[in-house]
T-cell receptor
Framework: NAGVTQTPKFQVLKTGQSMTLQCAQD?????MSWYRQDPGMGLRLIHY???????DQGEVPNGYNVSRSTTEDFPLRLLSAAPSQTSVYFC????????????FGQGTRLTVV | LAKTTQPISMDSYEGQEVNITCSHN???????ITWYQQFPSQGPRFIIQ???TKVTNEVASLFIPADRKSSTLSLPRVSLSDTAVYYC???????????FGGGTRLMVKP
């Protein structure tokens, strides 16, 4: 079972570059979300989606865009990378509300220089 | 969602029982207590969830007193591989996403 798959695992960007972090799940989950985790900190919510075509902002959405055209995929776009976006990014999904078990991907470690 | 407070770090030795307490004074009637475990360089993993009294699974037990203002995650006979960060979260079915605090960094020593 693949679960939640994130690509790439590592990425180095130059300031001002844009890129898309990919997230795919094969569990037919409705809820998907993106978090970032800075060193020694807990995870902070960036954007989330409660179903295809529906997205909303989390705690730290600035500098990021998302879309949810299919149930399976929830890409995160960095519009113009900044050093402050250096972090580890995790994608998560759950069947319905987040009171059910959430499954996390392995993370994407992003460095912006 | 109610804010949670838990110790920043704990040390233990192999074979011991570890209890991590979490405070959630403002927990609402519809809220549950959910614990996640995170190993270095990995995403968090669901451990256990409860509403009141005691819940036990193959990994841990969760104790919740009647007033539900706190909860205790109990890990029986820990091993080195239980070294991880443990997050206590308040969750519900109202459409809220997961809110993580700083977690408790558990170090298990030989």
């Amino acid at each position: 079972n693949a679960g939640v798959t994130q690509t790439p695992k590592f990425q180095v960007l130059k300031t001002g570059q844009s890129m898309t972090l990919q997230c795919a799940q094969d569990m037919n989950h409705e809820y998907m979300s993106w978090y970032r985790q800075d060193p020694g900190m807990g995870l902070r919510l960036i954007h989330y989606s409660v179903g295809a075509g529906i997205t909303d902002q989390g705690e730290v959405p600035n500098g990021y865009n998302v879309s949810r055209s299919t149930t399976e995929d929830f890409p995160l776009r960095l519009l113009s990378a900044a050093p402050s976006q250096t972090s580890v990014y995790f994608c998560a999904s759950s069947f319905r509300e987040m009171n059910t078990e959430a499954f996390f991907g392995q993370g994407t470690r992003l460095t912006v220089v | 969602l109610a804010k949670t407070t838990q110790p920043i770090s704990m040390d233990s030795y192999e074979g011991q029982e570890v209890n991590i307490t979490c405070s959630h004074n403002n927990i609402a009637t519809n809220d549950y207590i959910t614990w996640y475990q995170q190993f270095p360089s990995q995403g968090p993993r669901f451990i256990i969830q409860g509403y009141k009294t005691k819940v036990t699974n193959e990994v841990a037990s969760l104790f919740i007193p009647a007033d539900r203002k706190s909860s205790t995650l109990s890990l029986p006979r820990v091993s080195l591989s239980d070294t991880a960060v443990y997050y206590c979260l308040v969750t519900n079915n109202a459409g809220n996403m997961l809110t993580f605090g700083g977690g408790t960094r558990l170090m298990v020593k030989p």
